[in-house]
């Protein structure tokens, strides 16, 4: 059964780091390009960033570039979503998700993702 599972979220003041964690199950996420949502309260989801198979090509939506990083542990079948200089703006529910049958070394943060986790929750605020 294919699974994922966010943790890693919390309240953090602004200017702050957090780092989200995916951990897949079921499957191995290698073989899957992956990505992270958010949304927040009152609005629609957005892509944050995405990680394609074989790690070559990451994709990170403009308002968090230089802050934010995806990144992959393999051995661990797990993906990271490393946060710093967080805004008040960062402040949604956080989301990995997993497309199958990606193209090897291409992400988009505009494809439809076959498997959502349950989403994690960051709070910045002072």
């Known amino acids: 059964q294919v699974q994922l599972v966010e943790s890693g979220g919390g309240l953090v003041q602004p200017g702050g780091s957090l780092r989200l964690s995916c951990a897949a199950s079921?499957?191995?996420?290698?073989?899957?390009?992956i990505g992270w949502f958010r949304q927040a309260p009152g609005k629609g989801r957005e892509g944050v960033s995405c990680?394609?198979?074989?790690?070559?090509?990451?994709q990170h939506t403009d308002s968090v570039k230089g802050r934010f990083t995806i990144f992959r542990d393999s051995a661990k079948n797990m993906v990271y979503l490393q946060m710093n200089s967080l805004k008040a703006e960062d402040t949604a529910v956080y989301y990995c998700?997993?497309?199958?049958?990606?193209?090897?070394?291409?992400?988009?943060?505009?494809?439809?993702?076959?498997?959502w986790g349950q989403g994690t929750q960051v709070t910045v605020s002072s």
């Open positions: 990680i394609s198979r074989g790690s070559g090509n990451l």
């Open positions: 079921g499957f191995a996420s290698n073989d899957y390009a």
């Open positions: 998700a997993a497309k199958s049958q990606a193209l090897f070394g291409i992400c988009s943060l505009g494809w439809q993702y076959n498997y």
